[in-house]
């Protein structure tokens, strides 16, 4: 995979620095909705620059857009966008009585039927008051398309393009602002109530730092806390240019990724966005950051078809406890790969009928059956360890040893001496070992058990 440059002109669109770090006082944005904004934004710079609305054939931003349900789709997130109020502050200085308040919503949307020949078009349009700032912005950041759309978590994608905008800053640190304001930031979402920091580190802060710096190889991202005694009250960043042999090794790491099944930067967001797939992941179950970080893993196609498989079992009346967690499975697995299955989708997409092909039933009948065998190897091994628990300490002392006698590593066997059931990993082999020894052990490990 070729590492784009930002000094390419392919796909930039140039974004004004105060809608980097949107600050929404109502409404939510999520991460595909702030793709389809940079997207938008991308095509409303390419035309003429007098323009008050912008057009764009809707199948260039949703590829096929023949299904109500991804046209729907695509109007739930213009919702998102039309419903979110955002406010910076703008000015060509750094003195604060300087600054210009704006208040408005990201846009302004319609989607007009195909008629005519004409295929359905999107029509939007920006605030009167923001949209010059928008289209011809004095301060921006050059963002390349491609590399915005690896991103898998919203904090990421934004930490991303704050990370671009303080690149070549004096001192490379960002804005240092309260907790609170970049939580607000890093979710899309205002805030109903403070912030706890511990969680808002773990679930969103260092997630999206990580994405950030082994995503792209221009900097790293490193996080400033500020301290009040012994609670954090303001955060800050660092952005670090790598150096180029650092970048390019790290390049080179994401080049094997790619070599691995991770899609080429160049065909991810030249493409239009599947949003179809996704709210047909999300109706599985999955949440969107779950079903974007599939759709971003796997061939579009394949993990159609396993959609498309799941949704037959569910409706055969399948027991399946939870359809995300089946279709994760599916999908690992390649069951909805094989040619008879995939027939069987296509049927089951072609006229709705419920019932499920021979090859598709033998494919279900295997995974319950070893789902059967695990839950029985299971409850054997709760089984034996409460036994075990419940034998004399001499009876115990032996078994221990037994067990010992069967490591071959001689750094295991000097764990498993000097610490015993202490240590965890070799504790959950040590019943492992124990349930095989166990007649019933053998039961579950036939198609009928």
């Given at each position: 995979m070729r590492k784009e440059k930002l000094t390419e002109d392919k796909e930039l669109v140039r974004k004004a620095n105060p809608a980097i770090a949107i600050r929404p006082t109502s409404g939510k944005l999520t991460l595909v909705s702030r793709r389809i904004y940079n997207l938008l934004l991308y095509h409303a710079q390419q035309h003429a620059k007098d323009c008050d609305e912008y057009t764009l054939p809707l199948a260039q931003v949703v590829g096929n857009v023949s299904s109500s349900e991804n046209t729907e789709a695509i109007k739930k997130r213009l919702r998102e966008m039309a419903s979110t109020t955002i406010e910076w502050n703008s000015s060509t200085t750094d003195d604060l009585a300087d600054q210009e308040w704006n208040i408005a919503s990201l846009l302004a949307a319609k989607i007009t039927p195909a008629?005519?020949?004409?295929?359905?078009?999107?029509?939007?349009?920006?605030?009167?008051?923001?949209?010059?700032?928008?289209?011809?912005?004095?301060?921006?950041?050059?963002?390349?398309?491609?590399?915005?759309?690896?991103?898998?978590?919203?904090?990421?994608?934004?930490?991303?393009?704050?990370?671009?905008?303080?690149?070549?800053?004096?001192?490379?640190?960002?804005?240092?602002?309260?907790?609170?304001?970049?939580?607000?930031?890093?979710?899309?979402?205002?805030?109903?109530?403070?912030?706890?920091?511990?969680?808002?580190?773990?679930?969103?802060?260092?997630?999206?730092?990580?994405?950030?710096?082994?995503?792209?190889?221009?900097?790293?991202?490193?996080?400033?806390?500020?301290?009040?005694?012994?609670?954090?009250?303001?955060?800050?960043?660092?952005?670090?240019?790598?150096?180029?042999?650092?970048?390019?090794?790290?390049?080179?790491?994401?080049?094997?990724?790619?070599?691995?099944g991770t899609p080429d930067a160049t065909d991810m967001l030249s493409k239009p966005l599947n949003l179809e797939l996704l709210e047909s992941l999300m109706s599985l179950g999955l949440n969107e950051h779950d079903a974007d970080l599939l759709v971003s893993r796997h061939d579009n196609d394949r993990v159609t078809r396993a959609v498309a498989y799941v949704k037959s079992k569910l409706a055969a009346k399948s027991p399946i406890d939870s359809p995300a967690a089946y279709l994760q499975h599916v999908i690992k697995h390649g069951y909805a790969d094989s040619p008879a299955v995939s027939a069987q989708t296509e049927q089951v997409e072609a006229d709705g009928q419920p019932d499920v092909s021979e090859a598709a039933r033998q494919v279900v009948s295997q995974v319950e059956s070893e789902e059967r065998r695990r839950r029985h190897e299971r409850q054997l091994i709760d089984e034996v360890r409460a036994g075990f628990e419940a034998c004399p300490e001499q009876e115990q002392s032996l078994r221990i040893h037994a067990f010992g006698q069967t490591l071959r590593a001689p750094r295991e066997r000097q764990t498993w001496n000097s610490l015993g059931l202490a240590s965890r990993p070799l504790s959950a082999r040590f019943f492992w070992w124990m349930a095989t020894q166990d007649p019933r052990w053998e039961e579950s490990q036939t198609p009928e058990a």
């Open positions: 008629r005519k020949g004409r295929p359905m078009m999107l029509t939007w349009s920006y605030a009167p008051s923001v949209r010059r700032e928008l289209i011809e912005p004095k301060q921006y950041t050059r963002l390349l398309l491609q590399l915005t759309s690896r991103m898998t978590l919203y904090s990421a994608a934004v930490l991303l393009e704050i990370g671009f905008q303080y690149l070549s800053s004096p001192g490379q640190l960002t804005m240092r602002q309260p907790v609170d304001w970049w939580a607000a930031v890093l979710r899309g979402q205002p805030l109903s109530r403070p912030v706890d920091y511990r969680f808002f580190k773990r679930d969103t802060l260092t997630p999206g730092l990580r994405e950030v710096n082994e995503v792209q190889s221009e900097f790293e991202l490193d996080l400033i806390e500020h301290r009040n005694g012994r609670k954090v009250v303001e955060l800050q960043f660092k952005v670090i240019r790598r150096c180029a042999d650092a970048a390019a090794e790290h390049a080179s790491s994401v080049d094997n990724l790619a070599d691995n």
